[in-house]
């Protein structure tokens, strides 16, 4: 039986540069992916995502009037369905984790490739996360360890409702392993390690995987700097 077509996502794109929306506009047209509308700053996004109910949001984090980080904040409250990918020039920016740990499905740097750009897009549309690539670790282990030393973690309330498969799920979903490399780790079935995942996510009320990397380098389930 062949598996459903998954839509086609259909996506706003919010960035204070024209050339930019316009660039990413044209690459994703072109494969595909339905661009509805597109935004100047954080205000006029917060309002497109309101009238247009786009699937995901190409957020970029410095715009004026409003940033990106308030806008997405909005945004997912407004919206919880919505996927955001956050837009950053730099490789470490602060303020993409705590994008990430308000519910942003990931970020991409601005010189992002035609090919994983829209692969990204269908990604997060399928209610993944994007956090394969080894810079977004790096950046989560970066401000994490900032916060850690500003004050010490203290444990998430819920982290007990975790079992002890549950909690070494977390701790190595923590350190970037996707579906496949944890049931090779664990030595179990992608379907049961969906089943793991779904549990904690249910468990601690995390959004997707991005929420679950950052939780557990704050409760020092992945300590920063850990090797894969």
Do not use: W
């Not at 995987?209 to 704050?218: D, N, T, W």
Request: proline letters at 6%; one cysteine or more.
């Amino acid at each position: 039986m062949t598996a459903p077509t998954p839509p086609t996502p259909r996506v706003l794109i919010a960035d204070d540069q024209a050339l930019v929306r316009t660039g990413f506009r044209l690459i994703l047209t072109m494969r595909g992916i339905d661009v509805v509308g597109e935004a100047a700053d954080g205000l006029e996004a917060i309002q497109a995502a309101q009238d247009l109910k786009p699937d995901v949001v190409l957020m970029d984090i410095r715009m004026p009037h409003m940033d990106g980080l308030e806008a997405a904040r909005q945004i997912l409250a407004r919206h919880p369905d919505c996927r955001i990918l956050m837009l950053t020039t730099f490789d470490l920016d602060q303020y993409v984790y705590a994008a990430l740990k308000l519910g942003a499905s990931g970020f991409l740097l601005k010189d992002v490739t035609p090919e994983h750009l829209a692969a990204a897009v269908h990604l997060v549309n399928t209610g993944d996360a994007l956090l394969a690539p080894t810079i977004t670790r790096r950046l989560v282990e970066r401000f994490a360890e900032e916060a850690a030393t500003a004050r010490p973690a203290a444990p998430h309330r819920d982290l007990a409702a975790l079992t002890p498969r549950e909690r070494e799920v977390l701790a190595l979903m923590g350190r970037g392993l996707s579906n496949a490399e944890l049931a090779g780790n664990l030595t179990l079935s992608e379907a049961t390690v969906k089943t793991h995942v779904a549990r904690i996510f249910a468990k601690l009320g995390l959004r997707d995987r991005a929420q679950a990397v950052v939780l557990a380098y704050e409760t020092g389930l992945v300590t920063p700097g850990e090797a894969d």
